[in-house]
């Protein structure tokens, strides 16, 4: 990196937010930086050397932008626009557009001067920042929407939807067998065939193949994307030459399904760009059993539905046995966990555990977060597919982290503290900066570079100071999303604490989602934040090694060894009896 753009990243970074002043929430924000430091402004090997050259590490930004590449200031820019650098030698960055143009050859609105402002921006990104006093209430109050969405009552009135999964347990390490795994809920639908080994304790997956949905499935009648999902299966079956085989097949369906059984699963309401017509308040198991009937040239056998974060768990749980929560951060967000059956009162029994569904990703749809949601969440939101719906989700999951990012650069380059106040055409797209671009830029070392290359491709006329704002407004969405998750998974490890009247819990957290795996500091800083908000919580995080695939055999292969269990327990009940009635019997004779 260069000295200028070291010396200019380093005072972006550093412009700290001013409001959560409180010592606690200091030491969040603090812990933080700390993480952005290593992401946003890694001091360079050059570093020293910037601070004696520049004669001070805080010289102005202005000052720095000045000096880069012997280009003008933003405020001297229109003095020397019109001139002409000597031929071969542009002055000019790559991607800056003719003087005075847009670099789609259209005439600019802005005035072409931006102003720089530190102070301006981080005032924008002020609402993004909370406090460690404020996720502390965000966790307070997710814990009484858990609380309302298990009780018997108040259930339906509840925006965490908390469903029971009818998991009871997590793997032994007894289970063994062969399986079918359908997974849908994000852009692609797979099928698998895995193979579960009792001896290695170990789950193989021994193939797979991914059909992508196209849109107009996505958003057609439910029975179009049915008979897809059945033409895939079959595709796959004869490729894998199972076709006659009747193998057990967990389908891990990733959206809010109320189960009634292991094999019915009503869908509540879809999520994450899914609209088909039709299946909301149906029998997910039966659709897909009457897409393959109408095909009638192969047919399944027993079926065990399953959410993404129960796979994910149950994955998880075969490697680690003290692994009871799954979540996933990635299109969508969510988690489950192992509750007390005493607690879920919606479920006959007081004995043992079952795992619920959070459903976490509507928190808030009834309107508890609104003092959290900033304008850009209202936004999104208004234009989504679904208003109203999984406003938790629509914080901190990929499928909409990259919008909110747009909707923040486009605000700032309309006050013109960005790109000269010139949009671009891509820039005044909806969905044009794609979640992954976040990843990207807050990478430690190539960052910087990438969100060069990435504002370029989006034919923005960008300059130094604006590729380093575009990494904070990247920084701060991504952490505001890793802090929303933290307390919300802090919220689920106090909760199992107390349940179990423990001081202190160990625990571990089996994760999964492109945004958990794909950024570079997400993690860190979620486990930090999970740390300060539960801290009588130990807690190890496991990723899931394709819960969704693997892990839904799993919860067939549990969801088999308990019904064996059970028939065996039925069995040995009758024994006794069976005996003495033969004694009588014998006696009789
Ligand atoms: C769905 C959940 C799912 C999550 C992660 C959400 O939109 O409602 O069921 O677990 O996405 O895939």
Not at 51 to 56: D, K, L, R, W, Y
Not at 340 to 349: A, P, T
Request: charged fraction near 25%; aromatic fraction near 4%; proline fraction near 4%.
């Amino acid at each position: 990196m260069e000295i200028k753009e070291a010396a200019v990243t380093r005072i972006y970074a550093r412009a700290a937010p001013s409001s959560s002043s409180s010592s606690s929430s200091s030491s969040l924000l603090m812990c933080n930086q700390r993480f952005r430091r290593q992401s946003c402004a890694s001091p360079p090997p050059c570093a020293p050397t910037v601070a004696t050259s520049a004669g001070s590490r805080h010289f102005p930004i202005l000052h720095a932008a000045r000096i880069h590449q012997g280009r003008c200031a933003p405020e001297q820019r229109s003095k020397h626009q019109n001139r002409r650098p000597p031929k071969g030698q542009d002055e000019r960055r790559h991607g800056d557009p003719a003087p005075g143009r847009h670099p789609s050859g259209h005439a600019q609105q802005g005035t072409g001067t931006s102003n720089h402002k530190p102070g301006e921006v981080q005032k924008h990104l002020e609402p993004f920042r909370l406090s460690l006093e404020k996720l502390q209430d965000v966790s307070a109050r997710l814990r009484k929407d858990m609380i309302r969405g298990l009780g018997k009552h108040s259930h339906h009135r509840a925006s965490v939807k908390m469903l029971p999964t009818f998991v009871r347990a997590t793997p032994d390490g007894t289970e063994k067998g062969d399986f079918l795994a359908l997974d849908l809920g994000g852009t692609n639908f797979r099928v698998l065939h895995v193979r579960v080994l009792e001896e290695e304790q170990r789950v193989l997956k021994m193939d797979s193949q991914i059909c992508a949905i196209p849109q107009d499935i996505m958003l057609g009648t439910g029975e179009k994307l049915f008979d897809h999902i059945a033409a895939c299966l079959a595709e796959f079956l004869d490729s894998q030459k199972l076709r006659g085989q009747t193998l057990p097949l967990g389908f891990t369906f990733s959206f809010p399904c109320e189960q009634k059984e292991i094999d019915k699963s009503i869908l509540i309401r879809w999520t994450k760009g899914f609209n088909c017509s039709g299946v909301e308040g149906e029998d997910v198991v039966n659709l897909l059993k009457e897409a393959i009937h109408r095909r009638g040239d192969y047919d399944i056998s027993s079926v065990a539905m399953v959410n993404d974060t129960v796979g994910t768990m149950m994955s998880c749980g075969y490697r680690d046995q003290s692994c009871e929560i799954g979540m996933i951060i990635g299109t969508g967000t969510n988690a489950c966990y192992m509750e007390e059956m005493k607690n879920v009162k919606r479920v006959e029994g007081e004995d043992g555990r079952m795992c619920i569904n959070t459903e976490w990703g509507g928190f808030g749809d009834d309107g508890c977060l609104k003092d959290v949601l900033t304008e850009f969440d209202e936004e999104v939101d208004k234009t989504s597919i679904n208003p109203g719906v999984h406003t938790f989700e629509k914080m901190i999951s990929g499928m909409y982290l990259g919008e909110i990012v747009r909707l923040v650069l486009l605000k700032l380059t309309e006050e013109k503290l960005l790109f000269r106040g010139c949009p671009s055409e891509a820039l005044l797209t909806p969905g044009s900066f794609e979640t992954r671009f976040i990843s990207e830029i807050e990478e430690p070392d190539s960052g910087l570079e990438n969100a060069k290359k990435i504002l370029t491709k989006l034919d923005l006329d960008w300059d130094l100071v604006d590729a380093c704002v575009a990494r904070l407004v990247c920084d701060t969405v991504s952490s505001r999303s890793a802090r929303l998750c933290a307390a919300a998974l802090a919220t689920i490890v106090n909760r199992i604490r107390i349940n179990r009247g423990l001081d202190h819990l160990k625990t571990t957290v089996g994760v999964d989602g492109t945004v958990y795996r794909k950024h570079p500091n997400f993690s860190d800083e979620l486990q930090a934040a999970v740390r300060l908000l539960a801290p009588k919580c130990d807690v190890t995080f496991l990723i899931s090694e394709d819960g969704s695939g693997k892990g839904a055999a799993m919860v067939t292969a549990v969801a088999q060894r308990l019904a064996l269990q059970s028939r065996l327990l039925e069995d040995s009940d009758g024994e006794d009896e069976e005996e003495e009635e033969e004694e009588k019997c014998d006696a009789n004779i």
